[in-house]
C-alpha cells in the first residue's frame, strides 16, 4: 500500500498568508495525486487533480504542484472561506489512500 | 440537479448487517466509477471501495474485504454497500463518492479524483 504523510498537521495562519501543505508518499508514482477540502460537517470538495490540474470552479489562488513522492498545495492568499481541513489523496494504486489531513485554523 | 444522496445508515449491534445506497441524478450514471469513502469520528478519510461503469471490477481497502460488499443498478443509478460483520471500527459516515472519468478507465479526462460527493450517511456500531 502506499501510505502518505502531511506535513504540518496543523497550521495557524492569517488572512493572506501564502500557505503551503507537503504530502508524502511512501513510493513513487505518476501524477493520480488529488487535493481535497474539507469543512465541518461537510463532504470533502476536490480542488486539485492529477497533482496540479485546478478542478474546474475552484479558485486560482490554489495550486499544486509535484510528482514522485513530494506533491505541494499552495494557497496564494488565504481568504476566511478557506479555513479548513485539507487532504491529499493517491488514486495510483489500490487501496487509493487519503492523507491524515491538514487543518488550517485562524 | 446534478448529485449524490447517501440513506440506510443507522445503529447496529457488533455482528449485524447493514446496507446503504446511494441514489445518483443529473449525470450521466453508466459512464462513471463509483466509490464508498468513510470518515470515523474526529478522524480522518478511509477510502472503502469503489466499482467500474458495469459492475464487473470491483476494489477494496483489506479492513473490509470479505464483509463488505459493492454494488451497482445502472437501471435505478444507483449504488449500494453491503455491510456485514460489522465491528466497532466500522463506525463512519460513509460518502459515496463519483470518480473523474479517467482516458484509462475508458473516459476522456486526466483524472480519476473524487469530483463529486453525497452528504453522507451515519452508521454507528454498539452494543
Known amino acids: 500500500d502506499i501510505q502518505l504523510t502531511q506535513s504540518p498537521s496543523f497550521l495557524s495562519a492569517s488572512v493572506g498568508d501564502r500557505v503551503t501543505i507537503t504530502c508524502r508518499a511512501s513510493q513513487g508514482f505518476n501524477s493520480y495525486l488529488a487535493w481535497y477540502l474539507q469543512k465541518p460537517g461537510k463532504a470533502p470538495k476536490l480542488l486539485i487533480h492529477?497533482?496540479?490540474t485546478l478542478q474546474g470552479g475552484v479558485p486560482s489562488r490554489f495550486s499544486g504542484s509535484g510528482s514522485g513522492t513530494e506533491f505541494t498545495l499552495t494557497i496564494s492568499s488565504l481568504q476566511p472561506e478557506d479555513f479548513a481541513t485539507y487532504y491529499c489523496?493517491?488514486?495510483?494504486?489500490?487501496?487509493?489512500?487519503f492523507g491524515p489531513g491538514t487543518k488550517v485554523d485562524i | 440537479e446534478v448529485q449524490l444522496v447517501e440513506s440506510g445508515g443507522g445503529l447496529v449491534q457488533p455482528g449485524g448487517s447493514l446496507r446503504l445506497s446511494c441514489a445518483a441524478s443529473g449525470f450521466t450514471f453508466t459512464k462513471y466509477w463509483l466509490s464508498w469513502v468513510r470518515q470515523a469520528p474526529g478522524k480522518g478519510l478511509e477510502w472503502v471501495a469503489n466499482?467500474?461503469?458495469?459492475?464487473?471490477?470491483?476494489n477494496y481497502v483489506d479492513s473490509v474485504k470479505g464483509r463488505f460488499t459493492i454494488s451497482r443498478d445502472n437501471a435505478l443509478n444507483s449504488l449500494d454497500l453491503q455491510m456485514n460483520s460489522l465491528r466497532a471500527e466500522d463506525t463512519a459516515i460513509y460518502y459515496c463518492a463519483r470518480h473523474g472519468r479517467d482516458r484509462g478507465w475508458g473516459g476522456d479526462q486526466d483524472s480519476r479524483a473524487l469530483d463529486m460527493w453525497g452528504q453522507g450517511t451515519m452508521v454507528s456500531v454498539s452494543s
Open positions: 492529477s497533482a496540479s
Open positions: 489523496q493517491q488514486l495510483n494504486s489500490y487501496p487509493f489512500t
Open positions: 466499482i467500474n461503469q458495469d459492475g464487473s471490477e470491483k
